[in-house]
């Protein structure tokens, strides 16, 4: 299903005027951003927002840059470990030039993963490629909130979630393995991509597909978002989650 992006979700506030050789001064980055944005609004159908399957204009206002704690009680940044040396951080490497691109909380093994806004479950999987057990919610507002290694899913494909509710627990499905065997802790693997975009982690989309087969999130934001001057992309949840009280321990 097709969907009208609400303009709150687009920031179009950086419009700094870039001199040119012959001294001149044109508003580049307004140029950029018009024609981009135009680019969206032309392959997304706009209809009513009453359309949407899970969410309302007011969840989109109210949930714009918030985010609730995707653990029970809160968790700590995993740290480098014989798994991963350079742990689990956002920028924490994956490989040569390769990275993390999510965040791995540390927390007991069936702690409850919460959903960290409102959305639709895009996926419900007990077996998802090496993020083993996982979740993605469509939050319907261009946000994407990603739920990996969990011990159980306890929600199904299509359903309607609200922040803080449950979705799965915490647990050492797919490649998180590793820590099991060497009686290391589980954690969540938590991701968040923007993409002011609907549906694009429903069946096999590009989001779904990425996670499934391990494909580099730098990699994927080059192939969908070239150029990007909008605050899409994969954010850091560290720094989403950094006003939410007790939530990073």
Request: charged fraction near 20%.
């Amino acid at each position: 299903m097709k969907h009208r992006i609400p303009e709150s979700a687009i920031d179009i506030t950086d419009l700094n005027p870039v001199r040119t050789g012959h001294g001149s001064r044109v508003q580049l980055g307004l140029i950029s951003r018009t024609i981009l944005i135009a680019a969206f609004f032309a392959v997304i159908t706009p209809i009513p927002v009453e359309s949407a399957d899970c969410t309302s204009a007011d969840d989109w206002g109210k949930f714009k840059n918030v985010f609730s704690c995707p653990v029970d009680g809160g968790a700590a940044i995993r740290q480098g470990d014989s798994c991963a040396k350079e742990g689990g951080t956002f920028r924490a490497a994956r490989g040569i030039d390769r990275y993390h691109n999510a965040l791995d909380l540390d927390a007991m093994e069936g702690t409850k993963v919460l959903a960290t806004k409102p959305g639709k479950v895009a996926v419900a999987a007990n077996d998802w490629g090496s993020m083993g057990s996982t979740v993605i919610i469509d939050h319907e507002d261009g946000d994407y909130s990603v739920y990996g290694h969990l011990n159980d899913v306890s929600v199904s494909s299509g359903k309607c979630v609200k922040s803080g509710e449950a979705i799965g627990t915490v647990g050492y499905s797919g490649n998180a393995k590793c820590l099991k065997d060497n009686n290391l802790s589980a954690h969540l693997h938590f991701a968040v991509i923007r993409a002011a975009r609907l549906g694009l982690a429903d069946g096999s989309g590009p989001i779904s597909a990425a996670i499934k087969n391990g494909q580099d999130w730098i990699e994927f934001a080059r192939d969908f978002f070239p150029g990007d001057n909008l605050d899409l992309g994969i954010k850091d949840p560290s720094i989403l989650l950094q006003n939410t009280v007790g939530c990073l321990k």
